[in-house]
């Protein structure tokens, strides 16, 4: 039975269209933009699991969801529905459940191909112009400060301190600039050259203007 593709992108887009972190359908489409502009510099890999994986990556994220593991098993079930062989669920569900940063503190996963270019494709999409505005959508909706000069980045964290408040500025130098050095693909880490620019440009700025 032929696998019903086309039923996944309207299914997330229901999902993610109300979010209000900055991790709604906007960015689900920019990261499968970004898997379709890396994917066709890498002849081995699978689009078919890769694309499906990048619409479906946020849907078991634990700081978006209260049970992830009930959102696993939930879908699980879609991409059955869909007709996805259990191979093809296995290696879907592979990608979105160790692709994340936080995932990868203490414990550098291995990811498939596919799964090294959507994890490329959802980082790209936190750094640059792009990923500025999203920390502070992201850090407002959670009532964090914007900056505080008096409070340092943390140089280490682990999975237990990444989630713990901080300020949004502090958030780059823990997270965004270390991003560019994560990548996988030769294509990714060309894309993040001039977004890593922006980032650096900007808080350059951010601190002259606020006098720190």
Do not use: C
Not at 1 to 10: G, K, N, S, T
Not at 60 to 67: A, F, G
């Amino acid at each position: 039975m032929e696998i019903a593709f086309d039923q996944v992108e309207p299914y997330v887009k229901a999902r993610m269209q109300n979010d209000s972190t900055g991790h709604n359908y906007d960015h689900v489409e920019r990261v499968v933009n970004n898997v379709q502009a890396i994917i066709v510099n890498e002849s081995k890999a699978n689009a078919l699991v890769a694309l499906t994986a990048a619409y479906l990556h946020d849907l078991i994220d634990d700081k978006l969801v209260d049970d992830p593991e009930q959102q696993i098993a939930v879908v699980k079930q879609q991409l059955a529905k869909w007709h996805y062989s259990e191979d093809k669920i296995d290696q879907i569900m592979d990608i979105i459940e160790h692709m994340s940063f936080s995932k990868n503190l203490d414990h550098q996963y291995h990811l498939s191909i596919e799964g090294q270019i959507v994890q490329d494709a959802d980082r790209l999409d936190a750094i640059g112009a792009i990923g500025i505005a999203r920390a502070f959508y992201y850090g407002g909706h959670f009532g964090e400060s914007m900056y505080d000069p008096m409070i340092k980045p943390r140089q280490q964290l682990t999975p237990e301190t990444y989630r713990q408040p901080t300020t949004i500025v502090n958030h780059f130098y823990e997270k965004l600039l270390r991003i560019k050095d994560t990548l996988n693909t030769d294509t990714a880490k060309e894309m993040a050259r001039v977004r890593q620019r922006v980032m650096q440009e900007f808080l350059t700025e951010f601190k002259v203007e606020w006098g720190s």
